[in-house]
């Protein structure tokens, strides 16, 4: 009975052998399959490029915190061995004032060496390095070690935080394997890429998947536009070069997904488009020049298009202009939505930074916006992007007993005109005019669309308020004309501006 119950089984089994068999010939005679491309084009690419892939290997010295056999031991306050404890160790010293065990003559323990490892690649046979800013950054020494276990010191040439990118120069002791960049726009969701690196200090580690996404932004810097990839990606693989199948560096691979800290297939490299601009100036000038537009933008969501009349809802809102910048002589106002910059379309605000970080400095650009539903051409010479100083004053001073303000209800806020006294409560800049908004009704459309008290209307339907009425007279209007939302701008306390559309309903 069993035999009986086995043999159709396999019957089965040889058919769908047979099957697959025909299909595989079938598929072979039209051409190469590509998942057979991909691994022959593996192990090419391996071959080609092993050697220009490097160890980074970096010493730091910190400071020490205790711990270990020669540390006092945590006791509660007040408990009877807490003297006993703490003449112990102070007296634990060794000649000269040294204490025993290597601490210091103050009783605590001495500075420590902790080491790390990452990955690089050599772009130039002089001996110059790419790999991420965060494999090295606040190290006392660099070593790169190649491919056949020698090991050379290297010198810090540049680094950008932004991108989590840097360069490193050493001198080498033999003719060395240099990569090129590719071009990381070219690559399509699917293709076949290749990691090689020293995850968990195993150097020459090859690994290979596809590219899963493309222009992926996961809210680490501000100009993710990363590639992932489910290629094996693992601690000690940052900084190493993700290859495509001709051998171009098309990435560089810095950040992982994972809840273990181990590879689930969800790794991010950085393209190749902004490492090749990157690397660039940070061999010429040591530092990054990125362009600079002088404009604080905001994203255009569907209310906010709808009473700025675009259609469909696209582009960067700008939101505040810097007095100082070159978009203020070039007539680019508050409540404009840029839309194209230098040939390039803006979708959103990470577009719009992204294009602009990577323009030349000095560059005439065209910045196409939208004003009161009509696109207009602005020209633009681009300044430098300077990184913010961060000065902060607090001056305290007696203040007398408020007065009253006389407010007014509209759109579900408690509004006030301006003076002396609500300056001082909110901490207004004397340059911030408007109303300030003093209450807000919690269930409110201004309450979801977080604004709160000390906020200061600036401007309604992009006309100038000064009073509680004024704003209430643009709302009425509005409702006869149909409108379903109103666009406020509104200032916070330092004058930072942004737009909120607020339903009329």
Do not use: C
Not at 99 to 128: A, H, M
Not at 322 to 348: H, L, M, Q, T, W
Not at 413 to 420: E, I, P, S, T, V
Not at 463 to 489: M, P
Request: charge should be neutral; aromatic fraction near 4%; hydrophobic fraction near 40%.
């Amino acid at each position: 009975m069993t035999a009986a119950t086995i043999a159709p089984s396999r019957s089965r089994l040889g058919v769908r052998i047979g099957l697959a068999a025909l299909a595989v010939a079938a598929f072979s005679a039209f051409g190469t399959p590509v998942y057979a491309r991909g691994p022959e084009g593996i192990a090419d690419v391996a071959e080609k490029v092993i050697d220009a892939v490097v160890n980074i290997s970096t010493s730091q010295t910190v400071e020490a915190k205790g711990g270990g056999s020669n540390a006092m031991p945590q006791l509660p306050p007040g408990s009877p061995f807490e003297e006993f404890f703490d003449d112990f160790f102070k007296n634990r010293k060794g000649p000269g004032g040294s204490s025993k065990g290597g601490e210091r003559g103050d009783g605590g323990p001495p500075p420590r060496k902790t080491n790390s490892l990452g990955s690089g690649f050599i772009i130039d046979t002089s001996g110059v390095v790419v790999t991420n800013n965060h494999v090295i950054a606040d190290a006392d020494e660099i070593n790169v070690i190649l491919n056949d276990g020698t090991k050379i010191k290297a010198e810090l040439v540049g680094v950008d935080k932004k991108t989590d990118l840097a360069v490193l120069k050493f001198k080498p002791t033999k003719p060395l394997v240099a990569v090129k960049f590719g071009d990381s726009d070219k690559l399509r969701l699917g293709d076949w890429v290749v990691a090689i690196g020293n995850p968990f200090s195993l150097g020459g580690t090859v690994t290979a998947g596809i590219v899963s996404a493309k222009n992926r932004d996961i809210s680490s810097g501000p100009y993710d536009s990363y590639i992932q990839t489910d290629a094996s990606i693992n601690r000690g693989n940052s900084g190493g070069p993700l290859f495509n199948l001709d051998g171009d560096v098309i990435g560089v691979n810095t950040l992982i997904i994972s809840p273990s800290g181990g590879s689930i297939g969800i790794g991010f490299a950085v393209p190749s488009k902004t490492v090749a601009g990157v690397v660039d100036q940070l061999r010429q000038f040591g530092e990054l020049r990125r362009g600079w537009l002088g404009v604080r933008i905001q994203s255009v969501t569907d209310e906010i298009a709808e009473s700025l009349n675009i259609k469909p809802a696209r582009g960067a809102l700008v939101a505040g202009v810097d007095d100082k910048g070159p978009a203020k002589p070039a007539g680019i106002e508050p409540g404009d939505v840029v839309v194209k910059f230098d040939g390039k379309d803006v979708k959103d605000p990470k577009d719009l930074s992204r294009v602009v970080a990577d323009t030349a400095v000095g560059k005439e650009v065209d910045v196409i916006i939208i004003r009161k539903g009509k696109e207009e051409t602005k020209k633009v010479t681009l300044g430098r992007l300077q990184d913010p100083e961060k000065v902060q004053a607090a001056v305290k001073t007696d203040e007398p007993a408020p007065e009253k303000p006389v407010t007014q209800k509209a759109l579900g806020l408690d509004l006030a005109a301006l003076n002396k006294d609500l300056r001082t409560r909110y901490k207004i800049k004397e340059s911030v005019k408007g109303v300030v908004v003093t209450n807000v009704d919690a269930n409110s459309d201004a309450a979801e669309k977080r604004l709160s008290a000390g906020d200061v209307i600036v401007e309604v339907a992009q006309e100038a308020v000064s009073s509680g009425a004024d704003i209430q007279k643009r709302v009425d209007q509005l409702k006869k004309d149909g409108k379903k939302s109103v666009l406020l701008l509104v200032s916070n306390a330092d004058g930072e501006l942004r737009f909120v559309a607020l339903s009329v309903q």
